[in-house]
């Protein structure tokens, strides 16, 4: 289709973004277009008609509330790295939106877009579900939260209907001595989406782990929860070789496919070493939180 046949809505707010959802059944939905126009570009989809959520302010917010960040689907990666409630509460956050793509990508491309593509590699998914995330989904009668576990189905997948937005994004405040860390694997140090990744949070209590969660990315459909290895470390008191015996499980749970970035066996290879660093830097974190609130 040729660029002048595309008609481009720019709604100011969510209720004119809803009325034009709701009469543009196959409209294509535009953030900050870096995944959508490749799409386009590359014939992947086609869009007669694009509403970009450009210019809804509500949307570009990050506040925080009942011992919750709320983040806006339209912030960009540039801002989740400069934003002072994210670095002081989720700093593994910041640190994966710094791994994304480049400077120039950075500052257009948003988290709502970066979830809503569902790309099996992307960044910021896993440190999200890691730090427990919920996403909101709202069309014009209702809206509903779901775990940002929940969202994804397969490849380009979610559970996201048509005639509804991601809005906003809720991360609670960590429980205390808490640690979170992001881990991702790239062929190049920027513009490359990770080979595989791997998010961790541990929780220490009493000197033991209260709560791990482990979650791997590009190393399956969807980004994946390994389960088995999280409850292996709950209850347990931490110490190097509990974390190498963890990393070593954590392999069992990922199911990765061989694609130009890597083979099955490189990305299953990646999954221990990844997940050793994660976890180990998740540790020093809540150690570190815990010696400071004595
Ligand atoms: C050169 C290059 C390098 C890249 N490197 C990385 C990288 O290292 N890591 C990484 O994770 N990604 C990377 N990407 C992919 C991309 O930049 C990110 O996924 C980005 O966050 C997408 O956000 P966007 O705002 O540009 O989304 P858009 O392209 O605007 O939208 C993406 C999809 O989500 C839908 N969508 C957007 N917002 C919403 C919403 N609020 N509600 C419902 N649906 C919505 C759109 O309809 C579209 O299908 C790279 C892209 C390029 C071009």
């Known amino acids: ?28 939905i535009a953030a ?5 126009l490749v799409d386009m570009k590359q014939g992947l989809i086609e869009a007669r008609d694009i509403i970009s959520l450009h210019k809804i302010e509500e949307l570009k917010e990050i506040g925080k509330r009942d011992k919750r960040i709320r983040i806006g689907a339209m912030v960009t990666a540039q801002e989740i790295i ?6 002081q509460h989720i700093p593994a956050l910041a640190d994966a939106a710094r791994s994304m793509a480049s400077c120039q990508i950075r500052s257009m491309a948003t988290i709502g877009g970066n979830i809503s593509s569902a790309v099996p590699s992307a960044d910021l998914p896993p440190a999200l579900i890691a730090a427990d995330a919920t996403v909101e989904l709202k069309c014009s009668g209702s809206s509903r939260e779901v775990s940002l576990s929940k969202f994804f189905t397969g490849p380009r997948e979610t559970i996201c209907r048509t005639g509804e937005l991601l809005t906003f994004i809720f991360v609670p405040f960590p429980p205390p001595n808490t640690g979170i860390s992001y881990q991702k694997f790239a062929l190049r140090e920027a513009n490359a989406l990770a080979v595989a990744s791997v998010a961790s949070s541990l929780t220490l209590k009493d000197g033991k782990i209260d709560r791990a969660a482990i979650v791997l990315g590009a190393v399956a459909p969807t980004p994946v929860e390994a389960l088995k290895t999280s409850e292996f470390l709950s209850g347990k008191e931490p110490s190097q070789s509990l974390l190498e015996d963890a990393s070593l499980m954590a392999k069992e749970e990922a199911k990765p496919i061989s694609d130009i970035r890597g083979s099955i066996w490189y990305r299953k290879e990646l999954i221990p070493i990844l997940t050793r660093r994660a976890l180990t830097e ?5 150690q570190r939180k815990s010696r400071t609130r004595k």
């Not at 595309?6 to 709701?22: C, D, M, T, V, Y």
């Not at 900050?32 to 959508?36: A, S």
């Not at 400069?82 to 670095?87: A, D, L």
């Not at 998740?282 to 809540?286: C, D, E, G, K, P």
């Open 1 to 28: 289709m040729a660029l002048s046949e595309i008609r481009f809505h720019s709604p100011q707010n969510l209720a004119e973004a809803f009325k034009l959802l709701g009469g543009l059944k196959e409209a294509r």
């Open 32 to 36: 900050g277009g870096t995944d959508l």
């Open 82 to 87: 400069s934003s002072s409630p994210i670095n």
């Open 282 to 286: 998740a540790l020093l974190q809540a």
